[in-house]
């Protein structure tokens, strides 16, 4: 009796580490404490950080463009405050596509197939002292080596706190279906892309198409769009296990509802955007946000493309999968579902 006690107490106890109880409305800690936490020695000619910056300037210097970002934080603000009844608690998970630069004071919250490439090859130039000088130098498998940047689930509970409080937090966002496909396509119609044909391509197949042939069940390389929208619907997908980052729900990622985002920039302006960002830190005027050269990106009338085999009931069904990206970050229902 004592023993099963003892192990009741053991597993409350490791339970309990697991969940970060993370607040940045209050601190414990003291100034000096603070101070040694934070690591941020950048600060502009008048004394202000990043974040002081962002709603000092932009009152007299940025007002359209300010104006446009707090129209966004005021929408995010109203769609959480709606469909939000409870506000949970952070934890290590949640926090794990967070990227800290302790130089400039920013956390980054990273989304995949919304330039993040590029914003880690900025990010590695910004916390690098010195080490790269152009973003579009660092080869692009290398900005997703984890150990090049640091994660805000790495820090201690009162760092993170800091963290989350002081710094400037900035997320990017983009059209949630155009995002998708963007996704497919990278993942699984580019033949490189071996180890997610693997990995994803054989189960889809494997799961929703008839008569699959021996080479497609073994090398899972042509993976139809519709059987990837079948995969993404199945109950059986998300009871597995939860969806790769490449399309999982944007609200999923980065907590939007939980954590304050400063800056909320779309990739439909990111230049714009992103110079925004860089203006804010004081970046050098050397540090420039790399222009896409890609003449193939997916966009609108691409996406509508893929859609044309999609029946109205299926594409319903998934609109309603990322709804909440579309409330969220004020996206319009695409023209070319058929779903009104």
């Known amino acids: 009796m004592r023993k099963s006690r003892v192990c009741r107490m053991v597993l409350a106890t490791c339970l309990g580490s697991l969940l970060l109880v993370i607040f ?18 950048w600060h502009d000619k008048l004394g202000r950080s990043p974040l002081q910056t962002l709603y000092d300037i932009d009152k007299v210097e940025l007002p359209s463009l300010q104006a446009t970002h707090q129209q966004r934080r005021d929408l995010l603000s109203r769609v959480c405050n709606r469909y939000t009844r409870k506000r949970r608690l952070l934890t290590p998970d949640d926090l794990r596509h967070l990227v800290v630069d302790d130089v400039h004071g920013l956390l980054y919250c990273y989304v995949p197939k919304v330039a993040c490439t590029n914003w880690k090859r900025v990010m590695m130039v910004l916390t690098g002292r010195g080490k ?4 579009l130098d660092i080869p ?139 203006r804010l830190i004081g970046a050098d005027a050397g540090v420039k946000f790399p222009s896409s050269s890609k003449t193939t990106r997916t966009n609108d009338d691409m996406t509508a493309k893929f859609f044309q085999n999609i029946s109205p009931f299926y594409q319903r069904r998934l609109f309603n999968l990322y709804k909440m990206d579309y409330l969220l970050f004020n996206y319009s229902i695409p023209s070319y579902l058929r779903i009104r």
């Open 24 to 41: 940045y409305f209050q601190s414990s800690l003291n100034p000096a404490a603070e101070d040694r936490i934070l690591k941020t020695s």
């Open 132 to 135: 790269y000088q152009d973003p």
């Open 140 to 278: 692009a498998n290398e900005a997703h080596v984890s150990s090049n940047l640091r994660i805000l689930s790495e820090y201690s509970t009162p760092e993170i706190n800091y963290r989350l409080r002081n710094y400037l937090k900035f997320i990017f966002v983009r059209e949630p279906l155009e995002r998708l496909v963007s996704a497919y396509r990278n993942k699984f119609t580019r033949s490189y892309n071996t180890a997610f044909h693997k990995r994803y391509g054989t189960k889809i197949i494997q799961r929703h198409r008839q008569d699959p042939s021996e080479e497609a069940m073994e090398r899972g390389h042509d993976v139809r769009f519709e059987e990837f929208v079948y995969y993404l619907l199945d109950p059986q997908t998300q009871h597995e296990e939860p969806f790769n980052e490449h399309w999982e729900r944007v609200h999923s990622l980065c907590h939007p509802c939980i954590i304050h985002y400063d800056v909320i920039g779309k990739y439909e302006t990111l230049t714009e955007d992103a110079n925004y960002i860089l």
